[in-house]
């Protein structure tokens, strides 16, 4: 690194300071997993669906996601409890809104809790064939995360922006049901931008009449793109490690190709045609991974 590169960098003043950083220096000056929650975007659809198969509908969902990262810059514990609302005005088309409390505990921090807003998400889902076919659900939409945290954290990515479009297909039987999902994400923050691909899918059984549903399965993301901040503004390519998250090398480095396998178990009990109850827990399932431990828990109200 020259002289002419560190005194331009300084006088850039402090945002363009830390990227360059973290595009010159040889390791990241700031990095993370999810903003905000550690698991990544495919987990996140997977617990705000609620074990409802995908189709648009009007419901009201109480929703606690945890999440352990016992590696990475940030290792802790952050919980995250959402009211999730989703209206259909009509059985094809609806829109959602997530508005989540956050607390979170950090190692660096002695875990001492931080409390706060976090990271608002709003939804749009379309069922093409809502009208007619209840066992055979194709699903269609998008998730928009908007950078409203306000807990910030030892080691913070900044503001964050995630654009996740996904396609669902969910078909059931008497007894037994499978669901697959392929999800994009395009994440963007201060240091750069990543893009991933998500594939998932899971198999169930329904038991006594329905009322209780069993389940597991797995989510594999691929890390497709990486670009870096310039200090001079503007992005770079690159097939390293994304700044902003992850450290070359380590189990949570990112580069392109990079490969996070998860497990999931789920469960619902409609204890009501109004309502039901959801638990997830998600376990990662190879070296490469942006958190040890998750799960959620949910109550739910149909409309």
Same mark, same amino acid.
């Given at each position: ?14 945002? *363009?300071? $830390? ?8 390791? #990241? ?13 495919? &987990?996140?659809?997977?617990? /705000? ?48 809104? @997530? ?22 998400? &709003? ?43 996904? =396609? ?9 049901? %499978?669901? &697959? ?9 201060? *240091? ?27 989510? =594999? ?5 990486? %670009? ?8 770079? !390519?690159?097939?390293?490690?994304? #700044? ?8 949570? *480095? ?7 396998? $998860? ?10 045609? %109004? ?6 827990? @998600? ?12 799960? /959620?828990?949910?109550? @739910?109200? !149909? !409309?």
């Amino acid at each position: 690194m020259t002289r002419a590169r560190i005194t331009l960098s300084w006088r850039a003043g402090a945002c *363009a300071t $830390a990227c360059a950083a973290v595009c010159l220096a040889p390791s #990241p000056a700031r990095a993370h997993h999810t903003p905000g929650h550690a698991a990544s975007e495919g &987990v996140r659809t997977i617990n /705000s669906l609620g074990g409802t198969g995908g189709r648009a509908r009007t419901r009201l969902l109480l929703l606690n996601e945890y999440t352990y990262t016992g590696l990475g810059l940030n290792p802790g514990h952050t919980y995250l409890l959402s009211l999730y609302g989703e209206y259909a005005p009509i059985p094809e088309v609806s829109i959602a809104a @997530q508005a989540p409390l956050q607390v979170s505990a950090f190692r660096d921090n002695d875990y001492a809790p931080l409390v706060g807003y976090g990271n608002t998400r &709003v939804s749009l889902r379309v069922t093409p064939h809502a009208r007619k076919l209840i066992h055979r659900v194709l699903s269609t939409g998008f998730n928009l995360a908007l950078p409203t945290r306000t807990v910030r954290f030892p080691v913070d990515p900044g503001r964050t922006w995630v654009v996740a479009p996904y =396609l669902m297909f969910t078909r059931t039987y008497a007894q037994t049901y %499978w669901q &697959v999902i392929g999800l994009g994400s395009v994440e963007s923050r201060p *240091a750069g931008v990543g893009v991933d691909l998500t594939l998932g899918g899971q198999v169930g059984t329904r038991l006594f009449k329905s009322k209780l549903s069993t389940g597991f399965g797995m989510l =594999l993301d691929l890390r497709v793109a990486n %670009w870096r901040g310039l200090p001079g503004g503007g992005y770079e !390519f690159t097939t390293e490690t994304r #700044p902003g998250e992850g450290l070359p090398n380590t189990a949570d *480095a990112r580069p392109v190709g990079a490969t996070r396998i $998860a497990g999931t178990l789920n469960a619902s009990y409609n204890f009501a045609r %109004w309502g039901s109850l959801i638990a997830t827990v @998600q376990v990662p399932l190879t070296t490469k991974q942006d958190f040890t431990f998750g799960g /959620s828990f949910g109550f @739910q109200v !149909f !409309f």
